[in-house]
Structures are given as structure tokens and as C-alpha cells.
């Protein structure tokens, strides 16, 4: 996969300089969501199986990416998130690999099964690379959860107002660039 955010890039690994700078691009390893509608231990999309890969950029870029690969022979994008997208503009460079899972009361409408969601950290501002000591970022502090399958903002923990979708946490100083764990208050 490669997104033509980054066609820029190309011309400069063509010429495959000699260099101590590296030219970033889709450098998050990639994390799987399944689903074996039937259990049966083989994934065919006829069967209502799912495959969907999200992909984020690292040091690349400021974005996630989803595709679904239920049919390999006929993948598919699902959907692009970046701080330019409606409840994410504390996003910085996406650094942070996704975790899928499911939250309770978040459920499929129509059947009532819970849906799978993404949970990830805001990800890094590269105002922390430089020596000393880091000062307060301007972007990347903060949590966010959004459906696996649309990509929509579910909730968000970082220093923007209170909404519907966002937990307001003033003091949220730093980035988020690294994993979330997932713990269950209900043991």
C-alpha cells in the first residue's frame, strides 16, 4: 500500500542518495482485525469473514490508514484519517499502533453485537527532537477510540473543549506516540 499523500517521496528514492537523512513513508507495522463469521477456522469473504489492515505512517506522516483485505484478490481502501478530519486535529505524526478491540455499549444497531473499534494514542510532535529538555507540545496529546470499520470518531481524551466525542483534559502537555494497553475495570 502505498498512498499518494507521499508521491513526493518518490523522485528522492529513485536517486537512492547517499545520505544520513532517511526518506520516511508507511513505516507503522500494519495491524489485522479478523473476523470468522462461520468459525471454522478458514477467512473467505463468501462467508461474511473479514480481513481489515490499518496502517499508520510513523515518521512518514500524520495519518491512519484502513483497507480491507477479506477478498485478497480484490482489496479494497476503507477510509483515511488525518488532523484535517473533523475531531482530529491534535493528531501528529502516527506513531502509535492501534489496538483493536471492542467497548461495551458500543454495539452493531440492527443485531446488538458489539462492533470493533480502534484505540490509539495521539501520536508525536516533532518538537521533542530536539536535546534538552522538552518543553509542552502543540499536538499529539491525547487518546482515540473510532470504529474499526468507518473510521469515525468515536471518543477522544485531549486538551480541546468538552464535546459529545472529546473528554477536555487541560493538563494533556505531552504527545502520545507509544501503544495504549487496554485494561477491564469489570476484573
Do not use: C
Not at 500494519?30 to 478458514?42: C, E, F, L, Q
Not at 474499526?148 to 473528554?167: D, F, M, Q, R, Y
Amino acid at each position: 500500500f502505498f498512498p499518494k499523500e507521499l508521491a513526493g517521496i518518490l523522485p528522492e528514492r529513485r536517486r537512492n542518495d547517499i545520505t544520513n537523512d532517511h526518506v520516511y513513508g508507511m513505516d507503522l507495522t500494519p495491524v489485522a482485525y479478523t473476523y470468522d463469521s462461520n468459525r471454522d477456522g478458514t477467512l473467505d469473504s463468501s462467508d461474511g469473514d473479514k480481513v481489515w489492515a490499518y496502517l499508520g505512517m510513523r515518521r512518514g506522516g500524520k495519518a491512519y490508514y484502513a483497507l480491507d483485505l477479506s477478498n485478497p484478490d480484490s482489496p479494497s481502501f476503507m477510509w483515511r484519517i488525518d488532523k484535517n478530519t473533523t475531531g482530529f486535529g491534535e493528531l501528529g505524526q502516527s506513531w502509535s499502533e492501534p489496538v483493536v478491540t471492542t467497548i461495551p455499549g458500543y454495539v452493531d444497531g440492527t443485531t446488538g453485537v458489539r462492533k470493533p473499534v480502534l484505540i490509539f494514542g495521539a501520536g508525536y510532535d516533532t518538537g521533542k527532537d530536539a536535546s534538552g529538555v522538552g518543553a509542552a507540545d502543540s499536538e499529539g496529546r491525547g487518546l482515540f477510540i473510532v470504529d474499526a470499520e468507518t473510521g469515525a470518531l468515536i471518543w477522544s481524551v485531549t486538551p480541546a473543549l468538552n464535546s459529545a466525542t472529546n473528554l477536555n483534559e487541560p493538563g494533556l502537555l505531552h504527545s502520545v506516540p507509544g501503544g495504549v494497553t487496554l485494561l477491564a475495570r469489570d476484573a
